[in-house]
């Protein structure tokens, strides 16, 4: 998989290169597509790697707070790529609103463990 990602990122960067001498205009547009096509490249590795991590936090015993952590590491790298690539065909508007859609996702997935902890503080205080 490795060879074959690397060529073809080549060969798209050969290809906008030689567009934008020609004066492609839509280069941004077709630099994202490749992007996207590249990146589909991660969809079956991942989920094998996210249903090995699934089998190993079973049998570890790996605590909610883990998972939650994974979690949102995942949804930071989700909402971060979408965000540069709406920043690279120049709509920073769009890119600001997934960007506080990502923190607010992030927010709610963290937020049983804000609970837990006001909960437990209140409790102390008793």
């Known amino acids: 998989m490795i060879p074959r990602v690397c060529a073809l990122a080549l060969i798209a960067v050969i290809l906008l290169s030689l567009l934008g001498e020609l ?3 839509s280069k941004r547009l077709f630099a994202t597509l490749c992007t996207v096509i590249l990146l589909s490249a991660l969809i079956q590795p991942l989920s094998d790697l996210l249903s090995r991590l699934g089998l190993l936090s079973e049998s570890a015993g790996i605590s ?4 939650c952590a994974l979690k949102a590491v995942g949804l930071g790298y989700i909402f971060g790529f979408t965000s540069d ?3 690279s065909l120049g709509e ?9 859609v990502g923190r607010v996702q992030i927010f709610l997935v963290a937020w049983p463990f804000f609970e837990k902890i006001i909960d437990l503080g ?4 008793k």
């Open 23 to 25: 004066g492609f205009k």
């Open 64 to 67: 909610e707070a883990a998972a």
């Open 85 to 87: 690539v709406c920043l």
């Open 92 to 100: 920073s508007g769009i890119a600001s609103a997934v960007q506080l």
């Open 122 to 125: 209140s409790e102390l205080l």
